[in-house]
């Protein structure tokens, strides 16, 4: 599998994931015009990621802002390692978050509370 790599713009959030060691990071802030276009792609290479190898995931998130859209395929992306971790993979999340920023923690400790994988916040 090739690496994942897309830039951030003002509206969408960067992404960067590395087959090699699992690490898949996003990070800015995430209202992209069309949100389901912007993150099929990363759904569509995380899948097949799930299926092809069988190297622990880490999923690193420094998300400063999310609008209904992008909750929404963050809620899909959550799905697929959730079922991932219940059939015995090794995942992580790692949410970042700056102190300032309650909105963030929120939304964090929102998606935490309905997943059982390991789920850590930090603040910045």
Known sequence: MELLSRVASISSPAVYFDPDNGQLTMSGESYPENTFEFYAPIISWLK????????AITLNLELAYLNTGSVKCLMDIF????DAFQKGRKISVIWRYHQ???????TAEEFSEDLTLPFQIEAL
């Open 48 to 55: 097949t990621f799930i299926a092809e190898k069988d190297l």
């Open 79 to 82: 799905d697929l390692l959730e």
């Open 100 to 106: 300032k920023n309650s909105r963030a923690l929120e």
